[in-house]
């Protein structure tokens, strides 16, 4: 039974999805698919129950996947050991990061790639959208955690890493305080903070307003998410900001509510496609991979 074979189940099964898969393993999504079922006709059982985009696991695939993860996390931490008693040099890796770091699990993979990973030196350099692409086109770090604003750009590759979505950040006086999900319309008459335009954020919530059939009036806009939780704590209007961001910086006298429909977004990992990753780097992607720290594009924010 081929190792790889075994490591390209495990990721898919998490992902749930052959696109985001074979990006995330740097293989064809016609070679992950082939790889599969050569794996499924070696077990005797189909792993997968497939529709026309997505997979999900069956009964013997949520089986076979307890022992696929313990033989992947084998696999990695082999090569580290290796890697660490042959190497005569420290290996660097550069990633960058949108400010936004704790909530969605990127400080935890760098921390957990650097308790793995003793001689490897690893700095972080911090920026918005565009500044991390930037400083990817200047070679200035060879990975960057970005928001996904969507665009097809073809300098860039991306991995799937963690997802979150927009929520109303209400006064915890608010009528529709107690409510699981609330509707943009229902807060047409709001006076509305939110973050500074130019940001995909900013961009984001005008629109999801927009499309809801109104037009948001802003009396505040700012660059630090804890001011508009302070002044909506004060009374001074209604916030729309990342439903996870907004709960690692909650403020009392507030009320996070999730807005429906959902307006999603996506953190994935990029990386320039002209070039070929660093086995530093990666050696990272495996890391993520093996501490499930990827969250699949479908999964629950």
Same mark, same amino acid.
């Given at each position: 039974m081929d190792i790889?074979?075994?490591?390209?189940?495990?990721?898919?099964?998490?992902?749930?999805?052959?696109?985001?898969?074979?990006?995330?393993?740097?293989?064809?999504?016609?070679?992950?698919?082939?790889?599969?079922?050569?794996?499924?006709?070696?077990?005797?059982?189909?792993?997968?129950?497939r529709s026309t985009r997505h997979v999900r696991l069956n009964e013997a695939g949520a089986v076979f996947l307890e022992f696929a993860r313990?033989?992947?996390?084998?696999?990695?931490?082999?090569?580290?050991?290796?890697?660490?008693?042959?190497?005569?040099?420290?290996?660097?890796?550069?990633?960058?990061?949108?400010?936004?770091?704790?909530?969605?699990?990127?400080?935890?993979?760098?921390?957990?790639?650097?308790?793995e990973n003793a001689d490897f030196s690893v700095s972080l350099i911090e920026g918005d959208a565009k500044a991390l692409k930037d400083a990817l086109r200047r070679n200035e770090c060879e990975l960057a955690f970005i928001r996904d604003d969507g665009e097809?750009?073809? =300098? +860039?590759? /991306? @991995?799937?890493f963690a997802q979150d979505a927009l929520a109303a950040v209400l006064p915890a006086t608010h009528a529709l305080v107690g409510r699981k999900t609330v509707r943009l319309t229902e807060l047409a008459q709001e006076d509305f903070m939110l973050l500074s335009p130019g940001?995909?954020?900013?961009e984001l919530s005008v629109k999801a307003c927009e499309d809801a059939g109104f037009e948001p009036k802003v009396v505040f806009t700012g660059q630090r998410a804890e001011n508009i939780l302070d002044l909506v704590s004060q009374g001074m209007g209604v916030g729309l900001l990342m439903r996870k961001?907004?709960?690692?910086?909650?403020?009392?006298?507030?009320?996070?509510?999730?807005?429906?429909?959902?307006?999603? =977004? +996506?953190? /994935? @990992?990029?990386?320039?496609?002209?070039?070929?990753?660093?086995?530093?780097?990666?050696?990272f992607i495996d890391s993520v991979i093996v501490n499930q720290t990827i969250t699949s594009s479908r999964s629950e924010a």
């Amino acid at each position: 039974m081929d190792i790889r074979h075994i490591k390209e189940f495990a990721v898919l099964a998490e992902v749930q999805n052959y696109l985001e898969a074979s990006d995330l393993l740097f293989i064809s999504q016609s070679s992950l698919s082939k790889h599969i079922k050569a794996l499924e006709a070696e077990l005797g059982a189909p792993l997968f129950d497939r529709s026309t985009r997505h997979v999900r696991l069956n009964e013997a695939g949520a089986v076979f996947l307890e022992f696929a993860r313990q033989v992947v996390a084998l696999q990695y931490q082999t090569a580290t050991r290796i890697r660490t008693m042959t190497s005569q040099r420290a290996y660097a890796l550069t990633i960058g990061s949108i400010p936004v770091m704790a909530p969605y699990g990127i400080l935890d993979a760098i921390a957990a790639f650097r308790r793995e990973n003793a001689d490897f030196s690893v700095s972080l350099i911090e920026g918005d959208a565009k500044a991390l692409k930037d400083a990817l086109r200047r070679n200035e770090c060879e990975l960057a955690f970005i928001r996904d604003d969507g665009e097809d750009d073809p =300098t +860039f590759s /991306k @991995i799937p890493f963690a997802q979150d979505a927009l929520a109303a950040v209400l006064p915890a006086t608010h009528a529709l305080v107690g409510r699981k999900t609330v509707r943009l319309t229902e807060l047409a008459q709001e006076d509305f903070m939110l973050l500074s335009p130019g940001s995909l954020l900013h961009e984001l919530s005008v629109k999801a307003c927009e499309d809801a059939g109104f037009e948001p009036k802003v009396v505040f806009t700012g660059q630090r998410a804890e001011n508009i939780l302070d002044l909506v704590s004060q009374g001074m209007g209604v916030g729309l900001l990342m439903r996870k961001a907004a709960k690692r910086l909650v403020r009392d006298r507030v009320a996070i509510i999730e807005v429906v429909p959902p307006v999603t =977004t +996506f953190v /994935k @990992i990029y990386y320039r496609s002209d070039q070929q990753l660093s086995p530093t780097a990666r050696h990272f992607i495996d890391s993520v991979i093996v501490n499930q720290t990827i969250t699949s594009s479908r999964s629950e924010a």
